[in-house]
């Protein structure tokens, strides 16, 4: 897969961006330039917009005013550039696993059904599981339903991935293993990605960069690079000191966000 | 493809597996034989309800007399009309005369609700617009049409009406809940994959929907079965299994009257198993969620 060693090459920029529901302003003013190849977490208590946030990078929601430009063009959800991982896998139970896979290529109609099928199994394998394509979705686990659908979405070989608390609903040790495995395909495709999550651990063990949102409308509370050095691994990473002290920082921070929240 | 069709197929059962649904139609016919025993020995004085045995003679009667309507559909020019075993004589005509009733009243009425119960489930405006008109129609017992229809038109015409109304109604209202009921996650998803709003239709909804299509066609069919009988027994036009039902009673022939009982069930219980059953099948392991 030779078009994964370039991706990445523009930035994402959000630039002054305007959004409410009705009455109740979500974001104002809000200015994020994500860098090629970058691995951002944005993290906040509930219902302090993060969904929000990536319904319009994705597009599916469109901006008050202020816009959303990848390559200078606002995303669209059919957009190719970008791919999305749901929280919950959204597989399409009529569909076997590797046809599911083969979703957005199907759509594209680019390629033979052959070419199609070993693209689709390539990415499969990528996730670990190779063997389970003519599996119904029903029958794979929660954590296997959440890798299909991240293989689903690396098919199209996306720029650009949105997550969307993609293992929230995991158990804690699933979601380790997730995380493990997600930096791995990272290191190797090297596609910018936004991830949201209200997991602390995850945010720090993933990303070079971490936004903590404010209750809205003021948007960003913190902005900050993590210094904890790549490649990362399990136990070693999880226990270093600068881990630690990022989590407690990131703890008290989140407290704040939720304290204002009372007040206000 | 081929390797998903194994999934979904059922485990193959032993030969000979037990169930208790062998003694529902032996015991039934049992009731029946000892029920008429019964009444002909201390009820009535003139028996109305055959013995099995007198329907299956009926049967045999019937298939071995030919009609000039039915079977000589079969046979080409003014020759000697041939016989065939499998056209069944006269009992023949009345099923084939209902079968084409059902079908052509029933697929109309699918097609019609399809489209409409499509619309419905994705437009609110027509979806308020015609749920006052499904109520109207599905108050109001689609036989009632009948003697109206007939004057109106030819009887043939006027059954397939009937069982166009008694039927189309109801599947509009499965069909729109149907895709009512479809998850918005799904339909994100494959927008997310780059799905154009003509592939959402028929890679997202259609097969989404596809269990709610056939429950409207198995309530649909229930609803266009009973109509047939009834509209065959009003405005009978001398052939049909209703026909045969409500004509037998004037000829006394209480025989023939419940041979067409028994394959009215038959007829729709072979559909239900041929039809229905079979789609249902393609789905049914991944609806389980």
Known sequence: MDSVQ?????????????????????????NITVQPGEFL?????????????????????????????????????????FGYVFQHATLFPWLSTIEN??????????????????????????????????????????GMQQRVSLARALTLEPRLLLMDEPFGALDAITRDDMNDELLVLWEELGQTVVFITHDIDEAIYLSDRIIVLNRPPHGIYKDFKSEIPRPRSGQETRTCDLFWEYKKDLRNDIEEVAKSAVVA | MSSVQDERLPVKQKNFQFSWSWFSIPSLLLFWILAVYFMDAFVFENRVIPQVWEVVAEFWEMVKTPTDAHDTYYTAGGEEPKKYWWTLGSLGAHIWQSFKEVVIGFVGAFIVALFLGFMAGFSKGFREYITPLNGVF????????????????????????????????????AIMEGVLTIKGQEVRAARALG????????????????????????????????????????????????????MS????????????????????????????RRIEKRYEVWRLH
């Open chain 2, 138 to 173: 599905m108050s109001i017992p689609a036989i009632a049409w009948a003697p109206l229809l007939i004057l109106m038109f030819e009887k043939f015409t006027a059954i397939v009406l009937v069982v166009y109304i008694a039927a189309v109604s109801p599947m509009i209202i």
């Open chain 1, 101 to 142: 896979v083969e979703f957005g290529l199907k759509m594209a109609g680019e390629l033979s059904p052959s070419e199609m099928r070993e693209k689709a199994m390539h990415y499969l394998a990528m996730v670990g599981l190779k063997g389970f394509e003519d599996y119904l979705p029903l029958k794979l686990s929660g």
């Open chain 1, 6 to 30: 370039h991706v990445g090459g523009d930035p994402l920029v959000i630039d002054n961006l305007y959004f409410s529901y009705g009455q109740l302003t979500i974001f104002e003013n809000l």
């Open chain 2, 249 to 276: 009673d004037e000829l006394g022939s209480n025989a023939a009257m419940m041979l067409g009982i028994v394959f009215i069930g038959l007829l729709s219980y072979i559909f239900e198993r041929l039809v229905f």
């Open chain 2, 195 to 246: 799905a154009k709003p003509k592939q959402l239709f028929f890679y997202v909804y259609l097969p989404a929907s596809l269990p709610f299509i056939t429950a409207g066609l198995r309530i649909g069919f229930s609803q266009a079965w009973r109509a047939l009988v009834a509209a065959e027994m009003v405005g009978g036009i001398g052939v049909g299994l209703g026909h045969l039902v409500a």
């Open chain 1, 41 to 81: 977490s944005i993290i906040g208590p509930s219902g302090c917009g993060k969904t929000t946030l990536l319904n319009l990078l994705s597009g599916f929601l469109e901006p008050d005013s202020g816009s959303v430009l990848l390559r200078g063009t606002p995303l669209k959800p059919e957009d190719p550039h």
